[in-house]
């Protein structure tokens, strides 16, 4: 299942952690504060908890957040675009690098 990641967080730290995990996971940036790609739920659910620990841990406020959206390919071919176009293929079965700490 192809996944849109977005988020708007305060801090330079927190943000550029939670950049770093979508990284991690196989995600590719779509713009500063976007990411997207092909994750199963699994691992999707395994993203959003280890931005939720990130996020308890740090110096969050309350108007921090950040959306997980699945969607299935029938809906992006429903998409409609201005400007330049994406094609979802390129970002579908990435390998996934997991870093330890």
Not at 11 to 25: A, H, I, P, Q, T
Not at 52 to 70: K, W
Not at 82 to 96: L, R
Request: glycine share 4%.
């Amino acid at each position: 299942m192809f996944l849109w990641l977005v988020y708007d967080i305060t801090d330079n730290s927190l943000r550029n952690k939670v950049s770093e995990k979508c990284l991690d996971f196989g995600l590719s940036r779509f713009q500063k504060s976007v990411f997207f790609g092909e994750l199963d739920p699994e691992k999707m659910n395994g993203l959003a908890d280890e931005i939720e620990q990130l996020l308890d841990h740090e110096e969050r406020t309350e108007e921090d957040s950040v959306l997980l959206s699945p969607v299935c390919m029938a809906c992006l071919g429903k998409r409609l675009v201005i400007g330049k176009d994406f094609n979802p293929e390129t970002y579908a079965e990435k390998e996934c690098l997991f870093i330890a700490e």
